[in-house]
Every structure is written in structure tokens, then in C-alpha cells.
């Protein structure tokens, strides 16, 4: 926390503690740290947001700064790095290649990876490790195909922007003659990042139990579709169209699966509000609507009491959104 009336800064430097982005708009001059992935307040030494990797360190308190040694250590921000691997033999051509994503590597810059250089003579092996941009090494092996993601990110706010700089890293390697290289599927960042941020962090917080492990369980649902598709048919990044097509094909049985239609009927207002209208409208959003509300007639009969009730439940909660604007207009 600074100190008041004994620091100094320059506004035409953006970066602060530990040399995070200062967001001083938000509480005042170095009372908001954004360290990428989650914010930070130095005048409590506590995020108010869950680091992404939570679940994979249930030994820490998913709040706290740097396992909370405030004094010494350095805070890594959540997600992980890439790291090529190349091997040479004492005359200094590749032997071997490989691309991998390790989670216990610390973190570096978007578009930086960890470059291990091993250097094979007779029996000796030397390794040298560096931070790398991924435009400056050439990756000499087979087609770089989309890397797994963490079992950690799946169902998190992190996972579109993984997938779009792992597919601008991966990229970058293979091109070798510095070449037009092409987009990452438009899906990753101006759908899915977009909602799976405005769902975990707008709507969240106002959903019933049951809603909140709705949400859980379509975030994992979608990403895992995106995980397998990506496994099965490495290519389809390639093609724009037929990745947002696959994208928006798998958010019905996503939000089905995850047990939709059982929530209770001010959750699917939230949750049918949330997007935009244009979003809605587009050909891709009215199919999905359709969809869902053709699967949720064939639900409705099968389960004609339920539905029932939901249906009186739905109008109760019509009358007292009516009561609540005539009220206003009373007043």
C-alpha cells in the first residue's frame, strides 16, 4: 500500500506493485493492481477475485497474495506457460522438437514462452533456459495441433483466452518465413471470453444454489465440447465459419446437460437476459433458442405437473415485476 504524502509517480507510467498495470480510475492511485488474471487491493494484501488455478492448490486460500508472503516472494498470476524444447547435436542441427504446456512454469508475458535449448555431445547434455518471444524461435518438428488445456482451466473465466494465445503461439513457431499468419477462431475472445466473464462475474452472484451449479456445470460442459472437438478434428481452427458453427452447435445439449430446464424460473430469466439482443437475433443465437424451446415442449410433456408448476411459478414472478414498475410509476 503506498504511503500517504511519501511516494512518488509519473502518470505516464501505467505499472505499479511488483510491475502490475495500476488501475488508479477504479479507487484512487495504487489502491487497484490488475495482475492479468484477477485484481488486487494492496490496502487489504488480498485479490477479490478466485485465482484461476484455485482448484489445483486447495492447500492455499484462493484470495491470498503469493501464499501469504507478503515481504519476499513474488505473486505468479494464475495460468501457466508454453515451453518448446529443442535439441541439437554438437554441430548445432535439430535433432528432436517438442511443445509442451506446463503448468508449474512461471508465467510470462502473452506471447512469450519458455525456450529450453538442449545441446547433445557424446555423453554430455548442457541446457539452457530462457523467456522467448514465440515470433523469434522457428519450431523445426511436426504441425504444432492445438495444446490440451489444463484440467484446472476447464470451467473457468481463463480458458478462451488459453485457447486464442495458444493458437496465436502455436502460430508463431511454424512460421518460418514470417508470413501473413492466420486469426485465432473470432469465437475464443468476442463470444466465449466475453460471456463466460460476464455470466461468472454479472450473474453469478444472483442465481439461486441450483443456478450457480447450473453454471458450473455448462462452463465445463462447453469448454470440454471445444477440448474434444479440438482433439478430433485439430484442423477445424482453421476455418472461422465452421468453428463457430461447431461453438454454438454444442451450447444447447451444454446447457441441457447441465440441467437447464430444472431451474427455477427466475434463474432462466437471468439467465435468457444476460446476452446481448444482438447476440439473440443473430442466426446462430435464434438457433439455439428454437432449439432449446423446442426440447423444452418436449419436456414440458413428459413432465406435465412439473411444468405446470413452473408455468404458475413463471407467472407469479411476471405479476411481481408488474407490481414493482407500477409501483415506480406511482411514486
Known amino acids: 500500500m503506498l504511503v500517504p504524502n511519501r511516494h512518488e509517480a509519473s502518470e505516464s507510467y501505467r505499472y505499479g506493485f511488483q510491475n502490475q498495470e495500476k488501475d488508479d480510475e477504479l ?28 482448484p489445483s492448490y486447495p492447500w492455499n486460500s484462493p484470495y491470498a497474495f503469493s501464499e501469504n508472503k507478503v515481504i519476499h516472494a513474488v505473486e505468479l498470476e494464475g495460468l501457466e506457460a508454453h515451453v518448446l524444447t529443442q535439441t541439437f547435436n554438437d554441430k548445432g542441427k535439430v535433432q528432436s522438437s517438442s511443445f509442451a504446456w506446463d503448468e508449474t512454469a512461471k508465467p510470462v508475458k502473452e506471447g512469450q514462452i519458455h525456450y529450453v535449448k538442449r545441446t547433445v555431445s557424446g555423453s554430455s547434455i548442457k541446457r539452457l533456459r530462457s523467456v522467448v518471444e514465440a515470433d ?3 519450431y523445426q518438428g511436426t504441425k504444432l495441433n492445438p495444446t490440451p488445456a489444463p484440467k484446472s482451466l476447464i470451467g473457468t473465466t481463463g480458458y478462451y483466452k488459453f485457447r486464442d494465445n495458444d493458437f496465436n503461439i ?4 511454424m512460421d518460418k518465413w514470417y508470413t ?16 463466460v466473464n ?41 476455418d472461422n465459419g465452421k468453428f463457430r458453427k461447431f461453438a454454438f452447435d454444442s451450447h444447447v445439449e451444454a446447457y441441457e446437460t ?30 439455439q433458442v428454437m432449439q432449446v424451446g423446442k426440447d423444452y415442449v418436449d419436456h414440458a410433456k413428459r413432465n406435465p405437473v412439473y411444468t405446470g408448476a413452473r408455468v404458475l411459478e413463471f407467472g407469479f414472478e411476471m405479476y411481481k415485476s408488474y407490481r414493482r414498475l407500477t409501483k415506480k410509476d406511482d411514486e
Open 258 to 287: 447441465a440441467g437447464l430446464f430444472g431451474l427455477p424460473v427466475k434463474d432462466l430469466i437471468l439467465i435468457g437476459t444476460t446476452p446481448n439482443i444482438s447476440d439473440l437475433l443473430s442466426k446462430n443465437g435464434l438457433k
Open 180 to 195: 501473413l499468419q492466420p486469426d485465432a477462431p473470432d469465437y475464443y475472445m468476442d463470444y466465449g471470453d466475453k460471456y
Open 170 to 173: 502455436r502460430q508463431s513457431l
Open 198 to 238: 460476464r455470466f461468472s462475474k454479472d450473474l453469478y452472484p444472483k442465481l439461486s444454489n441450483s443456478g450457480k451449479a447450473w453454471l458450473d456445470g455448462a462452463l465445463v460442459n462447453l469448454q470440454t465440447a471445444i477440448e474434444e472437438k479440438l482433439e478430433s478434428d485439430p484442423s477445424i481452427e482453421m
Open 27 to 54: 479507487k484512487g492511485e495504487g489502491n487497484s493492481i490488475n495482475y492479468t488474471f484477477r485484481m488486487h487491493d494492496p490496502r487489504t494484501g488480498r485479490f477479490f477475485a478466485i485465482d484461476p488455478l484455485a
Open 136 to 138: 523469434d524461435v522457428d
